[in-house]
Each structure stands twice: as C-alpha cells, then as structure tokens.
C-alpha cells in the first residue's frame, strides 16, 4: 500500500514547460506500476501515460520517469497546449491494464494545471 501526492501545478503559458511529481510514501513502491491521469474542466477523467505508453494527444510532449530511490514519479510536460488544462493525478497499480483507471488502487490529490493561450 502506498500513499501518493502530486505537485508542481501552475500557471504556464502555451509552448511553455512544466514538470509534475508524484511522491509516494510507503512499502515497496518499486514493485507498484504508476500511471497519469487528467480531468479537464467539464470532462472525464483520461489516461496521460505511463513510462512505456502515453495517450495520442501527449505523445511526444510528456515524458514520464521515475526514481525509485526517490519514491518519485515525474511528468515532464513540454509544447504545453490550452486543451492541457486539466487536474492531473497519479495513481499507482499493481496488476491490470495500464490506460484502465479501475486498475489502480491507490490515487494521489491532483495538481491543477492551467495552460493560458
């Protein structure tokens, strides 16, 4: 079991840059699988990527790692677009099919990313 915390929202401006982390605390988060997810305003909440797979419209752009030593997840995310806007969550799972969100059993608070034009 393991607890996440995103961070490093903000304001940005379009083409602009911006790097997510998610941090986790508790046992073996080397042995979970983390995955990023987004909720833009008035829409459903959608699968951003993972290390090895990213969703058509970041691919590309956003560029998933993570450290274990660290107990960290990052997003980087560059060539940001006003259509980026949206609250991004990391959630972390241990079995299941990683762009399925109901795969994941542990989810961080969000961190509201807002991309003016």
């Known amino acids: 079991h393991v607890q996440l915390q995103a961070s490093g929202g903000g304001l940005v401006q379009a083409g602009g840059s911006l790097r997510l982390s998610c941090a986790a605390s508790g046992r073996a988060f080397s042995r979970f699988a983390v995955g990023w997810f987004r909720q833009a305003p008035g829409k459903e909440r959608e699968f951003v990527g993972v290390?090895?797979h990213y969703a058509e419209s970041v691919k590309g752009r956003f560029t998933i790692s993570r450290d274990n030593a660290k107990s960290t997840v990052y997003l980087q995310m560059n060539s940001l677009r006003p259509e980026d806007t949206a609250v991004y969550y990391c959630?972390?799972?241990?079995?299941?099919?990683?762009?399925?969100?109901?795969?994941?059993?542990?989810w961080g608070q969000g961190t509201l990313v807002t991309v003016s034009s």
């Open positions: 959630a972390a799972r241990d079995r299941g099919y990683y762009y399925d969100e109901k795969a994941y059993d542990y």
């Open positions: 290390v090895t």
